[in-house]
């Protein structure tokens, strides 16, 4: 694997919070956005569909008969 070196422009408000960060947790720069960078592509990659699990979770129904409800909608079309 080759690192690749690059230049970041950061407004000074983002400088100031990432300095504090890596003061905090005696690290540097470059290991902390290494690592938000890592969780964001985690993050885009698992994301897909996330939104959806658990949206019954709060309503009070039996989820499988409303599955059910559901599918047998779809065979009537």
Request: with cysteine.
């Amino acid at each position: 694997m080759t690192d690749l070196r690059t230049i970041i422009d950061f407004p000074d408000d983002q400088l100031k919070a990432l300095g504090e960060i890596c003061a905090e947790k005696k690290v540097s720069r470059a290991a902390v956005i290494r690592q938000a960078v890592a969780g964001y592509i985690q993050q885009s990659k698992s994301g897909k569909g996330e939104h959806a699990f658990g949206l019954l979770k709060t309503k009070k129904i039996n989820a499988l008969k409303y599955e059910e409800k559901l599918r047998a909608d779809w065979d009537n079309r």
